[in-house]
T-cell receptor, first 111, second 114 residues
Framework: QKEVEQDPGPLSVPEGAIVSLNCTYS??????FMWYRQYSRKGPELLMY????GNKEDGRFTAQVDKSSKYISLFIRDSQPSDSATYLC???????????FGQGTTLQVKP | SAVISQKPSRDICQRGTSLTIQCQVD?????MFWYRQQPGQSLTLIAT?????????ESGFVIDKFPISRPNLTFSTLTVSNMSPEDSSIYLC???????????FGPGTRLTVT
């Protein structure tokens, strides 16, 4: 069993839809949770980060962490074609940087 | 946020040769890392690049195959040695800024070994 599980998709939605992306994990020691967006042939771009449980909102993006369920989510409101990319969840036990990544979910937002 | 650049952006190399990838950060970072992203896969940590000392390697990665240097706080190199086609991947460096835990990535180096 992988430490971090993420449905690779692909996920296809119409423009304007609310997108929900999710990851589950098995290591209860994870405390730092991040979401990255990766466009084709580019490096991962940090979108959201949270420490421990709770919600965090930034514009159209909301990140949620439920440590009791070992489940994290990223919501994208009013999705745009420019949101089409692969979304990677990542997490670590400490702030020393070793990130464990999910497989990534490929999202396509159709105009 | 830190801006990270890598050179080369891509290369095609022959089996048995070595390639050195450079990573430059625009500001001082406390920690730097090297990751590998194999085709269709997610990112796997190769090692932590330690300033002025030997890198710390993850399970499955060894110094003889992936020697790493970090002579100062803003620069690191990764060498992929004695390459085989299985080394064809994207290699990415990343860094964490002072007093933070957000990790930023470079654009990656796309390596193809023939």
């Amino acid at each position: 069993q992988k430490e971090v599980e993420q449905d690779p998709g692909p996920l296809s939605v119409p423009e304007g839809a609310i997108v929900s992306l999710n990851c589950t994990y098995s290591n209860s020691a994870f405390q730092y949770f991040m979401w990255y967006r990766q466009y084709s042939r580019k490096g991962p771009e940090l979108l959201m980060y949270t420490y421990s449980s709770g919600n965090k909102e930034d514009g159209r993006f909301t990140a949620q962490v439920d440590k009791s369920s070992k489940y994290i989510s990223l919501f994208i409101r009013d999705s745009q074609p420019s949101d089409s990319a692969t979304y990677l969840c990542a997490m670590s036990q400490s702030n020393t940087g070793k990130l464990i990544f999910g497989q990534g979910t490929t999202l396509q937002v159709k105009p | 946020s830190a801006v990270i650049s890598q050179k080369p952006s891509r290369d095609i190399c022959q089996r048995g040769t070595s390639l050195t990838i450079q990573c430059q950060v625009d500001s001082q970072v406390t920690m730097m890392f090297w990751y590998r992203q194999q085709p269709g896969q997610s990112l796997t940590l190769i090692a932590t690049a330690n300033q002025g000392s030997e890198a710390t390697y993850e399970s499955g990665f060894v110094i003889d195959k992936f020697p790493i240097s970090r002579p100062n706080l803003t620069f690191s190199t990764l060498t992929v040695s004695n390459m085989s086609p299985e080394d064809s991947s994207i290699y990415l460096c990343s860094g964490i800024g002072t007093g933070a835990y957000e990790q930023y990535f470079g654009p990656g180096t796309r390596l193809t070994v023939t």
